[in-house]
């Protein structure tokens, strides 16, 4: 069994998408209206109530989505807005468009995500916002989060970029991330993250004033969105009264990602019966540690990490597994170390640069069967017991 499978490739992630979302497309190429129209209505209306918000706002990526949160809670120059840096760049970089500073603090080891207790010594008469991440599909702690944002006056942002589908304990009730327990919150749907149109982004709210700025801001801070201006019969002449961008999603995304939004509740069935597997399997490897889901909330397992044991060197294991065709990545990016966040004097973020050292990603999709798992696990089990992949052995 297992030399067939040795000869094969095990990819990290694989997006699930076919016949469904190639017939979708097809509406709005041959109804000839392609960009952010009819479609990109619908997935809006869709997507706010699979999650529960009262607004949603589709856009070009959640990097956007999350320019243009950070704009409409009044982020500008020489503000800071505190997050973590052990995060995808987009996160930090999002702060720099804004003129802003991003202020790190570090995560918690367990969970990979924003420590709450380091924030209040973060906070400065600067601070503009909170700007939070479900790191990897991983609900933060929301409620200590949203407590002191609140007890601050401070707007909290989520960057639920991998988060689609994930669910936290609300006043007792399983909710869906992005029901606006913080003020705005923003999903990606890049082909990494659990649904996908191509690039894609989304904002929900619950707050109409933002969604309001959201959807000027999209489309070059037009008074009038082209489609109404289309199906009216008086003459309109539109007004550009803010500096706008352009950052709309077209139709053909839109067509897609409903067709994505209605697979949903099944991907993210089958990722947490393969991330239970993955748990229940890698048990038997000594040394590995495995993420915690804390009992208030239900991730997607967007991606499935280990903690590596000291004694392992992790491009060794990681080596090891693409020898055995199996590909992994390493722990998440800490935005600190690339340069342009380098300054003097560093930063103390022990956890966020442990995580990245010590934690390797290991494949999961929706695709995946049960023998390809076992298979990553033999061979993580395999390597992990070479002498190879010890530190000792490395000169
Ligand atoms: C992927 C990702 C982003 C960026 O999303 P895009 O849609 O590619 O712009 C931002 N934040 C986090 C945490 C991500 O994982």
Not at 24 to 47: C, D, N
Not at 52 to 75: F, P
Not at 125 to 144: F, N, S, W
Not at 224 to 244: K, P, T
Request: charged share 20%; net charge negative.
């Amino acid at each position: 069994m297992t030399t067939d499978l040795k000869r094969r490739t095990i990819p990290l992630a694989r997006p699930l998408i076919g016949e469904a979302e190639a017939e979708a497309s097809r509406r709005p190429i041959m109804s000839g209206w392609l960009t952010q129209g009819p479609e990109v209505a619908a997935f809006e209306q869709e997507f706010a109530a699979y999650t529960g918000a009262k607004h949603a706002t589709a856009v070009s990526n959640c990097t956007t989505a999350l320019h243009l949160a950070l704009l409409a809670v009044g982020v500008g120059a020489d503000d800071e807005v505190i997050t973590v840096s052990h995060s995808y760049v987009a996160t930090a970089n999002v702060v720099r468009y804004c003129n802003a500073t991003p202020v790190f603090v570090d995560i918690e080891a367990a969970t990979s995500n924003m420590d709450p207790a380091t924030i209040a010594a973060a906070i400065t008469p600067r601070t503009k916002a909170i700007l939070c991440v479900h790191q990897m599909g991983m609900p933060c702690d929301l409620a200590a989060i949203t407590a002191i944002a609140k007890a601050h006056g401070l707007p909290l942002i989520e960057d639920a970029a991998c988060a689609s589908g994930s669910e936290i304990c609300w006043d007792g009730q399983w909710e869906k991330v992005g029901k606006a327990h913080g003020d705005i919150t923003c999903f990606s749907f890049h082909p990494r993250k659990v649904i996908t149109t191509g690039d894609g982004g989304m904002l929900t709210t619950n707050n109409p004033d933002y969604d309001k700025q959201f959807r000027l801001l999209r489309q070059h801070g037009m008074s009038v969105s082209d489609r109404v201006r289309h199906s009216a019969n008086q003459v309109i002449f539109e007004e550009h009264a803010v500096i706008g961008y352009n950052y709309r999603m077209t139709d053909v995304q839109a067509a897609i990602g409903r067709e994505q939004l209605k697979r949903l509740p099944e991907i993210v069935a089958t990722r947490r019966r393969l991330g239970d597997r993955y748990r229940q399997l890698l048990a038997a490897i000594p040394g590995l540690t495995m993420p915690h889901e804390p009992e208030w909330a239900r991730t997607n397992w967007q991606s499935f990490w280990v903690r590596l044991p000291d004694a392992l060197d992790q491009r060794e294991v990681m080596q090891g597994m693409l020898d055995r065709g199996v590909a992994t990545r390493r722990g998440i990016m800490c935005a600190h170390r690339e340069v342009p966040y380098q300054r003097e004097g560093g930063y103390d973020l022990p956890e966020s640069e442990r995580a990245q050292d010590r934690n390797i990603i290991l494949p999961l999709y929706p695709q995946m069967t049960d023998e390809e798992q076992d298979y990553v696990v033999e061979m993580l089990s395999e390597v992990c017991a070479s002498s190879d992949a010890h530190t000792s052995n490395i000169v």
